[in-house]
């Protein structure tokens, strides 16, 4: 009897089901034990990549819960995509709807983060406009362009201080996180990924910029968001990230 492939990976995460009926050793042996040694092996991997992928998540909740956690989530969520670097992707959700860290409210937007600096890290590169290229352009055509962002940059929107949270935990010199909204950018002016807390306003004003809107459209967003937004500092934000690659 052949085993499927549904079958096979039903019982590769579900430590209560037992080796598929079927699958043999190379010595036509039922292969009971085989597969509980790969079996483990996989779930081992599975919760490493997710350790590498979440470390402020872990020590928010410590090595022995995490642990756990990740047995529940990787049997819900098994990956689909042989690169373990992506694995994770549903983990934020995850944690909205898993009960036993409802308290920690922030939890999925630390997750975002954290999956975010990821998908940063290995996006594609791209080359920056040159800063000089600003003043060559007229201030009527400066309103009507639309900037194209560099694909590694990310913008995580929360109602906790997801930044302050993640360096807190990240570097012990770090000051205490307050209680308050903060809106975060990621980007990558070199090789790793850089977590900027946003001026108020900024979060909807690049927002609308990454949806494809003109200069001025976005301008207009960021002072709704913010009568004190400022469009110099944003700017600045922006081009030392090399988050800007076009202007047309």
Do not use: C
């Not at 590769?12 to 009971?32: E, T």
């Not at 080359?127 to 007229?138: F, G, Y």
């Amino acid at each position: 009897m052949s085993v499927s492939q549904t079958q096979f990976i039903t019982a590769v995460l579900d430590p209560l089901i037992g080796a598929p009926d079927g699958l043999i050793d190379p010595n036509g042996n039922p292969a009971g034990k085989r597969f509980d040694v790969y079996r483990n092996n996989v779930v081992a991997s599975l919760s490493d990549a997710l350790e590498v992928a979440f470390p402020v998540v872990q020590k928010l909740v410590g090595d022995v819960f995490f642990r756990a956690m990740a047995g529940v989530y990787l049997r819900r969520h098994p990956p689909t995509t042989p690169l373990l670097m992506f694995y994770g992707e549903y983990f934020a959700d995850f944690l909205a709807g898993f009960e036993p860290v409802a308290q920690l409210q922030y939890l999925p937007d630390v997750a975002r983060l954290e999956y975010a600096q990821r998908i940063s890290y290995h996006a594609a590169d791209a080359k920056p406009i040159d800063p000089a290229i600003l003043q060559k352009i007229t201030p009527d055509a400066l309103m009507a362009s639309h900037f194209t962002i560099a694909p590694a940059v990310q913008l995580i929107r929360s109602d906790w201080p997801i930044a302050a949270i993640w360096y807190e935990n990240m570097d012990e010199t770090a000051p205490k996180s307050q209680n308050r909204a903060e809106d975060v950018l990621i980007t990558r002016p070199e090789f790793d990924p850089q977590i900027i807390s946003l001026p108020a306003g900024s979060a909807a004003f690049v927002h609308s910029l990454m949806t494809g809107a003109p200069l001025s459209e976005a301008l207009k967003q960021g002072t709704i968001a913010n009568a004190s937004f400022n469009f110099s500092e944003i700017l600045g934000v922006l081009l030392t990230g090399a988050a800007i690659i076009d202007i047309t």
